[in-house]
Every structure is written in C-alpha cells, then in structure tokens.
C-alpha cells in the first residue's frame, strides 16, 4: 500500500490544522493507521492510531484532549484534526499502516508498521 499526507503548513498558537493521509494499492487488506512525528534533531515519536473498524484510538499524552484521529474507509483517508496547536507540535508528520488481522488491533510503536508515507510539515509559530 502507498500512503500520501498532505495539509501541513504554518499556524499560529493555538490554531488548528486537518492533516489527510490517502491510501493507494492494496487497500482491500484492513489496515490500522497511525499518524508519529519527528521533530528537527529529534526521533520519530508516536502521535495517534486507529484500528481498521475506527472503534479503538489511542493518543500519546502529548496530543490527548487535542488531536482527533478519524477515517473513512471508503474513501482509504485517514485524517488528524489537531486543535489547540503549540509551537511543540512543529514537525514533520507521517502516517503509517500495518495490518495483523484483527480489525481491533493498532500499534503505537514504530516497528509495529511497515508501511509509511512522506512527511507532511506543521510549523506552529506567531
């Protein structure tokens, strides 16, 4: 499966953005998706996931109460509402996908995903 994120950009403090991940190729398989982030000399970190039935999320504590993760099977999408943003959020955001048959199951931990999309930048500054 190939992955593209968009809808980074630059937001002040305290705005919010809507970043999308679009997936591509194999998507009858029923894949978790997750979004981690990496910040500039820092290592990538876990931001959010969603199992593939979308009931089970989990958020690091970092972005709980904040950012919203969603999906739309239908339309392969995966979406990161981030409210409230604050200049610790400026990185480089990456949405990933794995599958381990159990529409339950999601990771929050890098090598639980083989599938990963390019970066998509979120600068917050005033």
């Known amino acids: 499966v190939q992955l593209q994120a968009s809808g980074g950009g630059l937001v002040q403090p305290g705005g919010s953005l809507r970043l999308s991940c679009a997936a591509s190729?194999?998507?009858?398989?029923?894949?978790?998706m997750s979004w981690f982030r990496q910040a500039p000399g820092k290592e990538r970190e876990f931001a959010a996931a969603?199992?593939?039935?979308?009931?089970?999320?989990y958020y690091a504590d970092s972005v709980k109460g904040r950012f919203t993760i969603s999906r739309v099977n239908a339309k392969n999408a995966v979406y990161l509402q981030m409210n409230s943003l604050k200049p610790e959020d400026t990185a480089a955001y990456y949405c990933?996908?794995?599958?381990?048959?159990?529409?339950?199951?999601?990771?929050?931990?890098?090598?639980?995903?083989?599938?990963w999309g390019q970066g998509t930048e979120v600068t917050v500054s005033s």
């Open positions: 190729g194999r998507t009858t398989r029923r894949y978790a």
């Open positions: 990933a996908a794995d599958e381990r048959g159990d529409t339950s199951w999601y990771g929050s931990d890098l090598k639980d995903y083989d599938y």
């Open positions: 969603i199992s593939w039935s979308g009931r089970n999320t």
